[in-house]
């Protein structure tokens, strides 16, 4: 196992280079330059000269590049042209939002969209089985956008003054605040070092550090306000995985075994749960592992539409301003997170069938 995850790492580094370095070119293939960008369409020749020659941009492409891939080693993902800070100090106030939102929107896609799938397997050709797929289509063709647009101003308009308000942006209420929890704990660590930015990551993860803290009024409303972000951006992915469960579960609920432990006298429940199900599980767990990558570029929309200071939203800022620097950390880091998390769904295929030695 422990050469398989080493052998795995290794491949991953090709991946992320080739990464690093089509986002590198992608992001001077835009039309326009930071400069136009920053100072606008009648900023002077030689202002926009000073402006290239302080930021290196005049300098060769290959060298740029090298520069760049210099610094990534290092850890230094450079300074954002539009807000003069290192990009990891943005990632770190950014991140944690996004990948709550992401967790949480993935979670409500897995458990509606598998009992869904597996209900529409075996009520196959019912009324609910063409109810759920009908609405899984639905679901699958809905734009992420209007979905929001739809969900903010239902529940914040139509319902407003009702229990079933809900607030459609931002992300904490007025008034209240999160307290870090390393301030909590008394825990401290040195300015500008990295273990201060982990704790500032981690304190950033609101449903958590209230959590672990006992903010209460703070987890609630941290929640309220995921609540309609996390839906839109569930909608998709929920409907994708709902058709492959029902797929996969038709699939080996035709298989001998199935038949053989039905013949047993097992109970219903028994057969699906602990002989269908669980063989179903290794498509499922891999739609539902490349679903991620589909969050996180559904996250622009939804983290624009809802005003959530998320990585979705600083991507499509950093895109429009012609933010080099951010645009290749950012979509480096959510690069990293994107292996890794396959990563782990190529390790789980161990754990839901034995058949399989990953070595």
């Not at 954002?80 to 800070?85: A, G, W």
């Not at 047993?264 to 269908?276: F, P, S, T, Y």
């Not at 490349?290 to 539409?305: H, N, P, Y």
């Amino acid at each position: 196992m422990l050469q398989y995850i080493g052998r795995r790492i290794l491949t991953a580094i090709p991946v992320l280079l080739g990464v690093m370095l089509v986002t590198f070119a992608m992001a001077r293939l835009i039309p326009g330059g930071p400069c136009v960008a920053m100072l606008g369409e009648k900023a002077r020749p030689e202002v926009c000269a000073r402006f290239n020659h302080e930021k290196g941009f005049d300098r060769p492409i290959p060298v740029q590049l090298a520069v760049y891939a210099r610094d990534v080693a290092t850890g230094d993902l450079g300074t954002s042209i539009r807000f003069n800070r290192a990009v990891t100090q943005i990632i770190v106030e950014r991140l944690p939002l996004t990948i709550e939102l992401g967790l949480v929107a993935l979670l409500i896609a897995t458990l509606v969209g598998i009992p869904a799938g597996i209900i529409s397997a075996i009520r196959r050709n019912s009324a609910i089985d063409v109810a759920t797929m009908v609405g899984a289509n639905v679901g699958v063709s809905m734009p992420v956008f209007w979905l929001g647009l739809m969900l903010a101003y239902v529940f914040a308009l139509v319902f407003k003054g009702t229990p079933l308000q809900l607030p459609p942006s931002g992300r904490l209420s007025a008034g209240l605040t999160s307290v870090p929890f390393f301030q909590v704990f008394g825990v401290s660590a040195a300015k500008g070092s990295f273990q201060l930015g982990m704790l500032q990551f981690f304190a950033n993860l609101y449903v958590f550090n209230s959590l672990i803290t006992g903010q209460w009024a703070v987890l609630g409303d941290a929640i309220k306000h995921l609540i309609l972000p996390s839906f839109a951006l569930a909608t998709i992915p929920m409907s994708i995985i709902a058709r492959m469960t029902r797929a996969s579960m038709l699939d080996v609920l035709g298989r001998d075994y199935v038949r053989t432990a039905r013949a047993k006298g097992l109970a219903n429940l028994k057969v699906i749960m602990r002989h269908a199900f669980k063989n179903a599980l290794l498509p499922i767990a891999t739609i539902i592992g490349l679903q991620l990558g589909a969050v996180f570029s559904g996250a622009v929309l939804t983290e624009t539409i809802f005003g959530l200071a998320g990585v979705g939203r600083m991507l499509f800022e950093a895109i429009t301003a012609r933010d080099y620097p951010v645009i290749q950390g950012f979509t480096l880091v959510i690069a990293f997170g994107y292996v890794a998390v396959n990563l782990v769904v190529d390790l789980s295929y161990a754990l839901f069938d034995p058949r399989i030695r990953l070595e």
